[in-house]
């Protein structure tokens, strides 16, 4: 399987707060689909952010592969986390949409014909074509979801990262939502950070345990008993709900994070 990104002794900290993340290693595969799990200050969205290069690392690399070959960057796609959208903003949702078709995403750019028929298709499959012409502030949280999906993957990115995309959102929406990630990741790799480890355990194929540093579980070995192991090693905020799904629970090493459990919290 190719790799997408493969990320190397990353250490992250901020001015006032340094070793957010310690000797971070990971692969993300082309049709990957990461979980990120973790408690709460862990460090997953420092990761995300330092992945899309919004953040600076300290130490070590990341490297972008197209095709198995190393390249400068990658298109990826983002859908932050639902509360950071300002939805007093006056914008639509065809904009919205729109907007993920420029480089760095800005708002103002004219847009050609065939822009505006890629905003449709996206639409379409996201189910939420009658919400073009609509301000974002009148959506649901499930619906406003839709609309950042669609904005994240109008243009065709690699990898799509999603921070938290259930928050807020009731649960037969959710379930509607995963099939379509479901189905994105038939395309496109995907990397999704969620506490609601129930959920993301019956969706994904492998998962990144987020606590300083970073354990790695392959192909989603994933039990009741794992997730009790986990819980002591990488504390989860809150636990998932519905049945887990049963699978062989395969021989891991926590040591690393062990090693780093003493003092993750803020
Ligand atoms: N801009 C910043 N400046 C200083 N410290 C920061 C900054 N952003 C995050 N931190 C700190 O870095 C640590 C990791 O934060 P981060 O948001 O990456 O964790 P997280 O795992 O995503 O948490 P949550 O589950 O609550 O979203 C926390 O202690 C946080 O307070």
Not at 146 to 153: D, T
Request: aromatic share 6%; charged share 25%; hydrophobic share 35%.
């Amino acid at each position: 399987m190719n790799k997408l990104i493969e990320i190397e002794r990353l250490n992250v900290g901020y001015e006032n707060k340094p070793n957010v993340l310690s000797d971070v290693s990971l692969t993300i595969f082309e049709d990957d689909f990461l979980g990120i799990i973790g408690p709460n200050g862990g460090g997953k969205t420092t990761l995300l952010k330092t992945i899309l290069g919004l953040i600076e690392p300290q130490d070590g690399v990341i490297k972008f592969y197209n095709n198995g070959k190393v390249v400068p960057s990658l298109n990826i796609g983002y859908l932050p986390q639902i509360n950071q959208i300002d939805k007093k903003f006056p914008i639509s949702v065809s904009e919205v949409i729109l907007s993920g078709l420029t480089p760095h995403k800005q708002l103002i750019r004219r847009y050609s014909s065939k822009d505006r028929q890629k905003v449709k298709d996206v639409a379409e499959r996201m189910g939420i074509e009658e919400l073009l012409p609509r301000a974002i502030g009148e959506l649901s949280g499930g619906q406003l979801q839709r609309v950042l999906l669609g904005r994240a993957i109008i243009d065709n990115p690699k990898l799509i990262i999603l921070d938290e995309p259930s928050t807020y959102v009731d649960k037969l929406f959710e379930t509607n939502f995963y099939k379509l990630l479901g189905d994105i990741n038939k395309e496109i790799a995907i990397m999704l950070v969620s506490h609601d480890v129930g959920t993301i355990i019956s969706l994904v194929k492998n998962i990144a345990c987020v606590n300083q540093g970073l354990h790695y579980h392959s192909g989603s070995d994933i039990s009741q008993e794992w997730l009790t192991n986990a819980y002591q090693s990488c504390p989860i905020e809150i636990l998932g709900h519905g049945s887990l799904p049963h699978r062989v629970l395969m021989e891991h090493d926590h040591l690393h994070e062990h090693e780093h459990s003493a003092n993750t919290k803020d």
